[in-house]
Nanobody, 123 residues
Framework: QVQLVESGGGSVQAGGSLRLSCVTS?????MAWFRQAPGKEREKVAS???????TYADSVKGRFTISRDNAKNTLYLEMNSLKPEDTAMYYC????????????????????WGQGTQVTVSS
């Protein structure tokens, strides 16, 4: 059973920064961050392939950076210039099956999920 452990969430003021981390118990080819706010659909924030190729939602591009340390099986999300609209529960997800690209892999395509970490951005 692959397990994911997230950390780094918290409360910050608009314009602030947070760094989320996700440690997995095994290697994964596609890893991603999703977020979900009450009353809204789960949104794919960013993904990263084991080859380093990344993709971002338009709403966070230029502000967030996804990265991974393959040796440590750890995923990161650096969030800068945070906005109140970024407030949500953030989930780490991984997929152990290899895909050519992670850009089109949606939530249902990820096999493993963390419990989530809350990010709250105040005005």
């Amino acid at each position: 059973q692959v397990q994911l452990v997230e950390s780094g969430g918290g409360s910050v003021q608009a314009g602030g920064s947070l760094r989320l981390s996700c440690v997995t118990s095994g290697y994964a080819y596609c890893m991603a961050w999703f977020r979900q706010a009450p009353g809204k659909e789960r949104e794919k924030v960013a993904s990263i392939h084991s080859n380093g190729v990344t993709t971002y939602a338009d709403s966070v591009k230029g502000r967030f950076t996804i990265s991974r340390d393959n040796a440590k099986n750890t995923l990161y999300l650096e969030m800068n210039s945070l906005k109140p609209e970024d407030t949500a529960m953030y989930y780490c997800a991984s997929e152990v099956i290899w895909y050519t690209s992670c850009s089109t892999l949606v939530a249902r395509g990820f096999s493993y999920w963390g419990q989530g970490t809350q990010v709250t951005v105040s005005s």
